[in-house]
């Protein structure tokens, strides 16, 4: 067993934990761990922009994207962090800039911007170009840059090193975490001051998903185990444009340059139900106006897709500003965008839910707000919130960075001033016990099972539309689920790299994430956002105007009601 | 439809030498390699080893060489394959399991090249100006994943052990031809070497190995144009 003794450890190594590792490097004693090589991070995949108030090309100011962002989330965002985010937004950009990131630039060499859904100029008079881009492959960009000055910086990382245990003393503080060496199958106990959670979502629940298959949960999963409650898991973005089957993302940035999406019947759709945004109306609306029309029979023949539409705009503007997004759809479709429309279908994307934290991205443990001390989380993982019932596209990238970085430079103010606290005894037993167990069982349920039908149940049950009828069902499922994995049985039994064992570690991980989400979304009982319940179609601002935290204990799972910080905006009917 | 897959496999806990071993599965033509694998690990063989992780193209994780060529293997549909396909790790690096190679050695040579922007303190406000036109230049050479199949295409890289390799090189442009940089001096210096650009003997296996259609060779010829001619 290895032993290890940091400042800091930061778990995951995409946009918000490499942010915070930047922060932090040559000043404090710190380790990054990834189960991957830090640049195969899933960051890398978002595609179309990070938002920043610049005013680079038309007028803008930051209160405009604390506006959308708040409206973007139906009210269920906390405007202090709303505040922050917008406006931090603009300082973190220049930063990325001034680290490299080779952004798109305008005639005169600023960073150029474009058009997103949902983002608009004076409170939603209409849209305005606030995403910064680099082409369509802004979040290898920034993935690449942040990691190129982690090397730098000579940042301390832990390749392909599974986390397996977050450890707490027995009053409840945060004091290290455990680790398992993929290439050695070595258990690591890595001891430290701080301990940040930016291992990010888990969109691999669901069947149909533009997730890495990385984004199993890890952290959000091993904290709630440990009583921390995890907040609105029941909102999970279905982003419209997912490649009909695959899932794989086709970036909002296509319609941001003018693309469109049509149905069977040849008819651009989103008009009808968005008159001024139309096509760049927020994801949660035009997943569902997607699912509507398709319901309606007017997806392509009749089936459960509908087409995007970019053979319009000119060929350099695809070739420039969407080259990886077509190439998708040569690659996997064998569809030419010059051409034809591309077959697409919403697709698990984003979860708005996660780790509750503070603006200074401190985990928190109840509804008033009391920090778990030494614990933070930044990134998908956590919820700030600054997306409350569905993001606004660009906007994760923001998220990662400002608060990555608040995350990074409040560890640092606090290193100095905490002791290391003694460790729990034998601190890694509990996942090496785990572990023993799938390692010695020779016969039981298969892996591969349980996870196909976890995606198949949250996928039809607890997807675009819900209802309690298919929630409850979804729950029953689950529980069956949680059982058998308490079975589960693999045939790879050796230490090199047993990429069998962590696949049912994190299958684990998968099951209580799907438990939480179809628990809040059985409990509330509205339409908001992403979490649309066709037996309660309505917004209901008078009982859940208010976040959700779930926790699990010996006596079963509780949910706990958090009011929500509402600073400048007051709620209203939400229309575009 | 059916398809052998011919997979050489390697446990160093068990095996004396990596060995090939068959395996047929019943796939969907769009399926994509990395979807056979899968099935092999989930419903038949839970030992086969590889890395991947987003399957698309996009994190790198997945080189291997699928008859005979370097490919990732989430990008390359089965349909494009014939019904016998062989599939084996990335050459050059030492086999840890099955098609799962060490890695570390080709983050060494990234990492010597200084893949990172050098330059003076950013402006108190607002970004760095660079033109279009300057920021065309190192385009094509921001676009690697770090995937190593054009390193491990390089039969300069098979025989030798100092030589950077192709990626570190593409990556060493990036910065080399970016306006903002201040450090192409020092780059160029260590591409000058002994392990640098002057191995590389034009082969092209570099750029028909790259799954992001970077123009690898071309890319190396122009470092190798701004050491002769002293300006980028």
């Known amino acids: ?576 | 439809m059916e398809v052998t897959l011919r997979i050489k496999r390697y446990n160093p806990e068990t095996d004396p030498k990596p060995e090939f071993k068959e395996y047929v599965v019943n796939v969907e033509p769009t399926d994509r390699v990395l979807d056979a694998l899968n099935q092999i690990k989930w419903y038949h063989d839970g030992t086969l080893t590889y890395r991947r992780s987003c399957g698309h193209g996009i994190c790198g994780s997945d080189a291997m060489r699928i008859n005979g060529r370097n490919r990732l293997a989430c990008k390359i549909l089965m349909k494009d394959l014939g019904k016998k396909v062989t599939i084996e790790p990335l050459m050059g690096f030492r086999i840890e399991k099955d098609l799962l190679v060490d890695m570390e050695a080709f983050f060494e040579s990234y990492k010597s090249v200084k893949p990172y922007l050098i330059a003076d303190d950013a402006p108190s406000s607002g970004e760095r100006r660079q033109s279009p036109e300057d920021r065309a230049r190192f385009d094509d050479t921001t676009k690697c994943i770090l995937c190593a199949a054009c390193t491990t295409a390089c039969p300069v890289s098979w025989v030798s052990d100092d030589f950077v390799g192709p990626a570190a090189i593409v990556n060493a442009h990036r910065f080399i031809f970016d306006s903002r940089d201040q450090g192409s001096a020092d780059r160029l210096r260590i591409l000058n070497s002994g392990s640098g650009v002057w191995r590389c003997r034009t082969i092209f296996n570099c750029t028909d190995a790259c799954p992001r259609d970077i123009k690898v060779t071309d890319a190396i010829e122009q470092v190798k144009r701004a050491l002769i001619y002293e300006q980028v």
């Not at chain 1, 660009?394 to 400002?402: A, E, G, I, P, Y």
């Open chain 1, 1 to 576: 067993m290895g032993y290890h003794r940091y400042d800091a450890v930061i778990v995951g190594a995409g946009g918000a934990g490499l942010m915070a590792a930047i922060q932090l490097a040559g000043k404090a004693n710190i380790a990054v761990v990834s189960k991957l090589y830090p640049p195969r991070s899933h960051t890398g995949a978002a595609q179309g922009g990070i938002s920043a108030a610049l005013g680079n090309t038309e007028e803008d100011h930051w209160e405009w994207h604390m506006f959308d962002t708040v409206k973007g989330g139906d009210y269920l965002v906390d405007q202090d962090a709303a505040e922050v985010l917008s406006q931090e937004a603009i300082d973190a950009v220049y930063e990325l800039e001034h680290m490299g990131l080779p952004f798109n630039r305008t005639p005169d060499g600023r960073i150029d911007q474009r058009r997103f859904g949902g983002h608009t100029r004076d409170y939603g008079a209409g849209p305005v170009r606030r995403a910064c881009y680099a082409a369509d492959r802004t979040g290898h960009m920034i993935i690449q840059t942040l990691y190129q000055q982690g090397i730098k910086h000579a940042v301390n990382f832990f390749d392909e090193h599974h986390l397996v245990d977050i450890l707490f003393t027995e009053d409840g503080q945060c004091c290290g975490v455990v680790t398992y060496e993929i290439r050695t199958g070595e258990i690591h106990v890595i001891h430290a001051k701080t301990v940040l959670i930016a291992s990010g979502g888990f969109g691999r629940v669901f069947k149909i998903t533009s997730n890495a298959m990385a984004g199993t949960g890890d952290g959000v999963a091993l904290a709630y185990r440990h009583g921390v409650p995890l907040m609105d898991m029941e909102f999970y973005q279905f982003h419209p444009t997912g490649l009909y089957k695959l899932g794989i993302l086709v970036s909002e940035a296509a319609r941001g340059e003018g693309g469109i999406v049509v149905n069977g019947e040849g008819e651009a759709f989103a008009a009808r139900y968005a008159p001024t945004l139309k096509d760049l109306a927020p994801r949660d609306m035009m997943s569902r106006f997607i699912y509507q029309e398709v319901k309606e029979g007017r997806g392509i023949d009749g089936k459960d897709y509908v087409l995007l539409d970019v053979s319009h705009l000119p060929p350099e503007v695809i070739d420039q500003k969407l080259p990886d997004v077509t190439d998708f759809a040569r690659v996997y479709l064998g569809v030419e965008p010059k051409n034809e429309g591309i077959p697409i279908q919403p697709t698990a994307h984003y979860a708005m839910g996660g780790l509750a934290t503070n603006i200074d991205a401190q985990v928190i443990r109840d509804a008033s707000s009391t920090p778990v001390p030494g614990l933070y989380s930044a990134g998908e993982a956590a919820c700030v919130s600054v997306h409350g019932a569905n993001r606004l596209g660009t906007n994760s990238l923001v998220d990662l960075v400002v608060f990555g970085r608040r995350a990074g430079r409040h560890m640092l103010s606090q290193i100095q001033e905490l002791e290391f606290l003694p460790l729990p005894k034998n601190p890694e037993a509990r996942a090496v016990e785990e572990i023993r167990c799938l390692l010695e069982r020779d016969k039981g349920e298969r892996v591969a099972d349980i996870r196909s039908r976890m995606q198949e149940v949250m996928m039809d049950k607890a997807s675009v539309v819900r209802s309690e009828h298919s929630l409850l069902e979804a729950w029953r499922e689950i529980e069956t689920l949680q059982k058998a994995f308490k079975s589960v049985a693999i045939q790879d039994k050796g230490k090199c790299y047993n990429t069998e064992l962590t696949e049912a570690l994190e299958l684990g991980c998968m099951l209580d994430c799907a438990e939480t989400i179809v628990y809040g979304s059985l409990e509330r009982t509205e339409s908001r956002g992403a979490h649309y319940r066709e037996d309660y179609e309505a917004r209901d601002d008078k009982d859940w105007l208010a976040h959700s935290m779930v926790s699990r204990s010996a006596g079963g799972m509780r949910l706990e009601k958090k009011p929500i910080v509402i600073t400048k905006f007051e709620p209203k009917e939400r229309k575009y």
